[in-house]
């Protein structure tokens, strides 16, 4: 039971470059979310997804895109990594209360 | 706008003592409140979640509207609840938002 799988796990990316996180989720949860968790911050919402076919902006979306790509993934894509962008992201899905991913720690430099 | 308070971002205690961590929240409707736990370097686990009414891991939390507080509580502290503790908030909008609290570290020392 795998629940919701983030990859990569660890990524250093030099200003300017380009990535894509990828999530995907196995529980046929409609709701799927991006969050970035900063020390002293909590964990902010970057965008969300209600439903296949639908994303919507959180808290904090500048620099960020995403694609719910069919309902089990839900990608983030960060087209010109800045340092201010150097955080941990987590993917989550959620029916009755989220289920986290693993997260990825991401480093700009 | 929803708000959740964690006033506490450490709380340091010695192992069978009692545990406290405040959480406060701002909400114009029915609120629908959880405790997530983190572990070092873990993903976020749910611990709580206030409809439940629960205990898990010998934590409780009760919701009072009055004070808008979502306190989780604990009588004896153990050395493997040391962890980040997040208070979370359910929203009003579509797709089942929650706000996080800044979080609360927790120390049982032996």
């Known amino acids: 039971n795998a629940g919701v799988t983030q990859t990569p796990k660890f990524q250093v990316l030099k200003t300017g470059q380009s990535m894509t996180l990828q999530c995907a989720q196995d529980m046929n949860h409609n709701s799927m979310y991006w969050y970035r968790q900063d020390p002293g911050m909590g964990l902010r919402l970057i965008y969300y997804s209600a439903s296949e076919g639908t994303t919507d902006k959180g808290e904090v979306p500048n620099g960020y895109n995403v694609s719910r790509l069919n309902k089990r993934e839900f990608s983030l894509r960060l087209e010109s990594a800045a340092p201010s962008q150097t955080s941990v992201y987590f993917c989550?899905?959620?029916?009755?209360?989220?289920?986290f991913g693993s997260g990825t720690r991401l480093t700009v430099v | 706008a929803q708000r959740v308070t964690q006033p506490e971002k450490l709380l340091s205690v010695f192992k069978g003592a009692p545990v406290e961590l405040k959480c406060n929240y701002s909400y114009s409707g029915s609120p629908e409140l959880f405790w997530y736990v983190q572990y070092s370097r873990q993903r976020l686990q749910l611990l709580l979640r206030h409809i439940s009414r629960e205990s898990i891991k010998g934590f409780t939390a009760d919701l009072n509207k009055g004070e808008t507080s979502f306190h989780l509580k604990k009588p004896f502290a153990q050395e493997e609840d040391s962890a980040m503790y997040y208070c979370a908030l359910g929203g009003t909008g579509g797709g089942n938002k929650l706000t996080f609290g800044t979080g609360t570290q927790l120390k049982v020392e032996l």
């Open positions: 989550a899905s959620s029916l009755y209360g989220y289920t």
